[in-house]
T-cell receptor, first 111, second 115 residues
Framework: GDSVTQMEGPVTLSEEAFLTINCTYT??????LFWYVQYPGEGLQLLLK?????DKGSNKGFEATYRKETTSFHLEKGSVQVSDSAVYFCALAKGGDKIIFGKGTRLHILP | GAVVSQHPSWVICKSGTSVKIECRSLDFQATTMFWYRQFPKQSLMLMAT?????????EQGVEKDKFLINHASLTLSTLTVTSAHPEDSSFYICSVLDSNNEKLFFGSGTQLSVL
């Protein structure tokens, strides 16, 4: 069945470091791909999305490119801040099917 | 094993009837649960935040009289879609904030189809 795999972490970085959180997926057809962020004590927020191959989603300095050839949607940011500390979820959704989440990656940014 | 149990997985109902969806936290007591709605191939929409022992906090545009949320215990939150109409057909997904308020765990979702 369809699935999403991402590194669980925790990932600990210093402020201004480069961030990559890997996400790969298994799915038939052409899913939409998402990154969600969960700040401490809060619910999910959509961070960015891509709906077709080679699309790049971007928001708040974060980027992810839909790579069909490698079935990946890695999240990147060039210079992280302490305020980026959160849990990041990769997800996929197909028309008519429910959204499927990865297990989430906890990110800690040290000042 | 599953941390969050959501039931039922799917339900078909007639227009005008009410449907109750349950979300149970299996491994820990959950003060806070969230209810989301998802349209096909779209992102999740947060409907409300459910807090044990108090009234739910609804997001703007969500009708609280139509989507009744009850969080009567630390392990159970329910969403009742009252007087359902075809436009209420959607996936409804709950999530539970862990005991450290650090990470979300998701239910498996409920597909509601209103005829």
């Amino acid at each position: 069945g369809d699935s999403v795999t991402q590194m669980e972490g925790p990932v600990t970085l210093s402020e201004e470091a480069f961030l990559t959180i890997n996400c790969t997926y298994t799915a038939t057809g052409y899913p939409s791909l998402f990154w969600y962020v969960q700040y401490p004590g809060e619910g999910l927020q959509l961070l960015l999305k891509a709906t077709k191959a080679d699309d790049k989603g971007s928001n708040k300095g974060f980027e992810a490119t839909y790579r069909k050839e490698t079935t990946s949607f890695h999240l990147e940011k060039g210079s992280v801040q302490v305020s980026d500390s959160a849990v990041y979820f990769c997800a996929l959704a197909k028309g008519g099917d429910k959204i499927i989440f990865g297990k989430g990656t906890r990110l800690h940014i040290l000042p | 094993g599953a941390v969050v149990s959501q039931h039922p997985s799917w339900v078909i109902c007639k227009s005008g009837t009410s449907v109750k969806i349950e979300c149970r936290s299996l491994d820990f007591q959950a003060t806070t649960m969230f209810w989301y709605r998802q349209f096909p191939k779209q992102s999740l929409m947060l409907m409300a935040t459910s807090n044990e022992g108090s009234k739910a906090t609804y997001e703007q545009g969500v009708e609280k009289d139509k989507f009744l949320i009850n969080h009567a215990s630390l392990t159970l939150s329910t969403l009742t879609v009252t007087s359902a109409h075809p436009e209420d057909s959607s996936f409804y997904i709950c999530s539970v904030l862990d005991s450290n308020n650090e990470k979300l765990f998701f239910g498996s979702g409920t597909q509601l189809s209103v005829l």
